[in-house]
């Protein structure tokens, strides 16, 4: 007897839930973000007790944010994001392909990724942070990175 099912018996896979979906999205930014030079770290705590999706900062000290939607009903439901805008220089969308992009403010930059990597489709606005509030954040940044290495398996 073979193990063939008849045509259209096969169940489709499930859809990603919205946590693996995020999960999915920020492995694929994360990506990406490295790809260009940066170093990001995920769920960076902001000092009005918000904490943005991935933080990174490039070498001359420039910091680069992305907020991931995983759908439609994340983004309506969630619009902390413009709290974050004076904390970086750049500020980014990131959504997969199947996400209603003419929902996303067409100032902010925009990411589609996916679990293997990401392309930046378009470039942010440009801010430029105040010297002091750069200072603090950079620290901040410094001091959360520190923290999750120490709290991290030593590598072999």
Same mark, same amino acid.
């Given at each position: ?36 030079? !940066? ?57 997969? &392909? ?8 067409? &100032? ?30 950079? !620290? ?17």
């Amino acid at each position: 007897m073979r193990n063939i099912a008849p045509i259209g018996t096969i169940a489709k896979p499930d859809p990603l839930t919205r946590p693996d979906r995020t999960l999915s999205l920020t492995r694929g930014v994360m990506r990406l973000f490295v790809d260009l030079g !940066l170093s990001p770290i995920a769920e960076f705590r902001l000092p009005i007790k918000r904490r943005a999706d991935i933080a990174a900062l490039d070498r001359r000290g420039k910091l680069v944010m992305a907020e991931i939607k995983s759908c439609r009903a994340d983004f309506e439901s969630d619009q902390k994001w413009p709290e974050y805008l004076d904390y970086c220089d750049e500020f980014y969308f990131a959504v997969d &392909q199947e996400f209603p992009v003419d929902l996303l403010p067409s &100032q902010e930059g925009l990411i589609i990724a996916d679990d293997f990597g990401a392309t930046v489709i378009r470039p942010p606005a440009q801010r430029q942070l105040a010297p002091a509030r750069r200072k603090a954040i950079t !620290l901040r940044f410094a001091r959360q990175a520190v923290r999750r290495a120490l709290a991290a398996p030593e590598m072999p």
